[in-house]
């Protein structure tokens, strides 16, 4: 399984050439990621690990706030687990790697390494439960896992991701529900915030629901070439798992009963989502809240700076660094100006602090915004303020932005033939009457490449429509795309 | 591999009767980890996990202080690439997890699982590396990895652990060396700081080095039953691995040459450390500063206690957690005061504030120290301060207690029957007089169990006298001891 590594990208291809070489050619040249000796699984670079810290601290610290703990469940599972509920068995199967020896020892039963870990937790939650009073179980993984992909892209799909799942059992169907949508609702509020990536919130269809779950939830971003991508899920299990892995507790009433369970998930894939929904021809924009730096000094070489200008700039990073500001001072002398300026933009350092000789006796800086390439003379007196209300402006502007794209980008088609022209181009979401079969919506897919994404729950009711491909009453509007 | 998982423990047995029993006593009634269905793998329960968490914060804040940043390699790795630097793959191949089969597709080269990563990271240096200006590499990475064990223990020897894995690339031996020992002494400084376990560095011998390195140095710590455990490593690569992987750069001089390499690591097996160090019979007793809950407050339910007590706990609660302490305030109702006490003496939490109505009308709490079992009344006013100051006191108090422990179990043997009969027991450890040499070493251990933990930095001389074993002039004063 070894293969051969590229070459590293020379320039970045323009996203108007192509969109799919432009993303791996920042992909790459940023430094965020690059492939590996081992086909369809990547190396997360050190920048693009930071993104990544910034990522699991941000949802950490919202799965705590609402009552969550972490822990750790075996990477390996056997065979004899995962066949235990029978659609959960059939979805993942096809796609896992399988451990077949240890050591010399080939092994009586084949392993195979985690896809997702409901039936592994599920192994222990039966242990470990046994009456309402150890209800609920709110426990989240930090974790890699594997599934055997045919077609992969750097971040977005690859065969082996890091992600976090969530993993829940309760006493009752009603709170399963409120615990699968209020991790649904973390997860929009986290994308919106720190990603500055505005999401659609909705239910899946049956045929695209997770293997083994009653009903899924997802956020959808709507990325730069007008194809949507599913940011992350959640999932009301019901009693499945409980009945296949025998989860029961003593109820109230004496009687024994199965958990409800829930599982939420979301990935490294959200790096790639960043990636394709800010960054433009220069390379990436990082919104400021996940940026491993958020400002770049740049000093201007010029008579005896490190003497004047270098003294200064560390001065002003210390007092940037002391606000909470996360700043890189490049003072390499290996580099011109000009090609660090090129280098961070690439890189998509939201603010540029530039600081010459001539700047320093008219005591005054040079603030560059990434996103709109913005210069402006700042004066030293009152900087660091002026630069976190900045970088406060660059992430609500990148949010602005990419909510005017997603709107311009959705249309309403009621008819299949306007529909299918639509569809033919890119047209970002596409929002049809649906008559909620799943054979309409195979047809579709097969027909225009385009699935539902979700059905909103903002979505109007489609009042006296019939679906888009049958002459059935519609019973939903749902949200079409061309997806990752 | 299904494997089944044995009842809980009911009760601890005491260190005297058999200190494994105890130990595993320990680790599943206080919820630290758990068997799981795969053999030989754990499950880290979420406080077990949350004892992670809080090790993996001080490493990470202590390695990106030195310089290092984190990133993510695959877990896969092709048969090639492990079978490239001759010692390491005749070390590691005998216990290491082979996956033959990806979804439908039987592989045409096998890939092992990781049981450490220099192989894959050593290729993707060598794509990343060009010139001495892009030296040194500093690399950190947070993983699981596994290694087919045949005798496993929880946390101390598990065939899937945590660790962290630094992964280093110098342009010269010096520097190599250096990072070498700066990692070392980082591992030291944060055992005895933040684990309140004291450690004895020093080199490993020839036969204990790590597969693949010039030269291993490592901590190690000595438990409560006098065996010796090894609590990290820091190894020198000198070359090995870049020339296996053609690791080159173009040198000052331009020159091309292979960079000097270093590898190190921590793992999960500390958490064991720190219960077998600081354990009773009580249960776990855990520092200070690697405690979930540093204090537990157990409100005294007498009268309308929900109305005068529980509000006056939580108001110290809060006032406590403003100050940084983490934390517990335990107000069931299903359980006495008397079991809540011993349940979180079990779980080894350092500091209990018990309230009560009385306490209430006194404006005082009651303070009972975890590690001496002293209670002491302390008045409301200034608690806050009081409370650091002790957690404080406990941390180092159970440092003193480790270092005396050790220093009464550290003898000097320099004949062999003296050894003998020394290492009959289990004494902790030994220092004796070595000449060297691996076969004198392996007929120690072959007669005694007793190997060479290290050889101190700080071990004197041998001055005059002759090997334990053969006749020759002894070379080092080497520490030995039975380990785990």
Same sequence: chains 1, 2.
């Avoid at 990544?52 to 610290?61: H, P």
Wanted: glycine share 8%; aromatic share 10%; proline share 6%.
């Amino acid at each position: 399984m070894s293969t051969e590594i590229p070459d590293f990208p020379t320039k970045i291809t323009p996203q108007s050439e192509d969109f799919g070489r432009w993303y791996i050619d920042v992909v790459r040249r940023a430094e965020l990621a690059d492939y590996s000796p081992v086909k369809g699984c990547m190396v997360i670079r050190p920048y693009g690990y930071a993104i990544w810290e910034l990522i699991q601290q941000g949802l950490d610290r919202r799965f705590k706030a609402t009552g969550h703990v972490n822990a750790y469940f075996p990477l390996l599972i056997p065979e004899s687990l995962l066949t235990r509920e029978a659609q959960h068995v059939e979805g993942f199967a096809p796609q896992v790697a399988w451990v077949t020896q240890g050591g010399d020892e080939v092994l009586e039963e084949r392993l195979v390494i985690r896809p997702t870990s409901e039936t592994i937790i599920g192994t222990m939650y039966a242990k470990w439960i046994q009456s309402w009073r150890d209800l609920p179980v709110l426990i989240n993984q930090w974790a890699n896992v594997v599934r055997w992909e045919k077609v992969t892209r750097l971040f977005l799909r690859t065969t082996e991701f890091l992600w976090q799942e969530g993993h829940t059992a309760h006493e009752t169907a009603e709170e399963a529900q409120e615990e699968t949508l209020r991790m649904l609702a973390v997860y929009k509020e986290f994308a919106e915030t720190e990603l500055a990536m505005p999401v659609v919130d909705g239910q899946k269809t049956e045929s695209e629901k997770f293997a083994g779950a009653d009903r899924t939830y997802s956020i959808e971003a709507l990325v730069r070439d007008g194809r949507a991508l599913q940011a992350g899920t959640s999932h009301n299990l019901g009693q499945n798992f409980a009945k296949g892995f025998n989860i029961t507790f003593q109820a109230r009433d004496k009687s024994v009963q199965f958990v409800h369970g829930t599982s939420w998930g979301v990935s490294t894939r959200m790096i790639g989502g960043v990636i394709m929904m800010h960054g433009d021809d220069g390379g990436l924009i990082l919104p400021p809240r996940i940026a491993p730096h958020q400002v770049v000094i740049v000093p201007i070489p010029r008579g005896n700076w490190r003497e004047t200008v270098l003294p200064k700039a560390e001065e002003i990073r210390d007092a940037l660094v002391a606000r909470g500001v996360r700043v890189k001072l490049d003072d390499r002398d290996s580099q011109t100006p000009g090609w660090k300026f090129n280098e961070w933009e690439l890189r998509g350092v939201p603010l540029r602090l530039e600081i010459g000789p001539k700047d320093l006796e008219k005591s005054q800086v040079v603030l560059a915004r990434r996103d709109t390439r913005e210069k402006s003379f700042v004066p030293m007196d009152g900087l660091g303020a002026h630069v976190e209300e900045l970088l406060a402006t660059i992430q609500q502007a990148l949010y602005d932005r990419a909510v005017t794209y997603r709107d311009e980008h959705t249309v309403e088609a009621d008819g299949y033939e306007a529909f299918k022209s639509l569809m033919a181009g890119r047209p970002g979401f596409v929002i049809s009457p649906w008559c909620g079969s799943a054979t309409c919506e195979a047809s579709i897919k097969n027909q225009t490449q385009a699935t539902i994404r979700n059905i909103p729950f903002a979505s109007t009711p489609p009042v006296g429509k019939s679906c888009l491909v049958c002459d059935a009453p519609a019973t939903a509007h749902a949200w079409f795309a061309k997806s990752y």
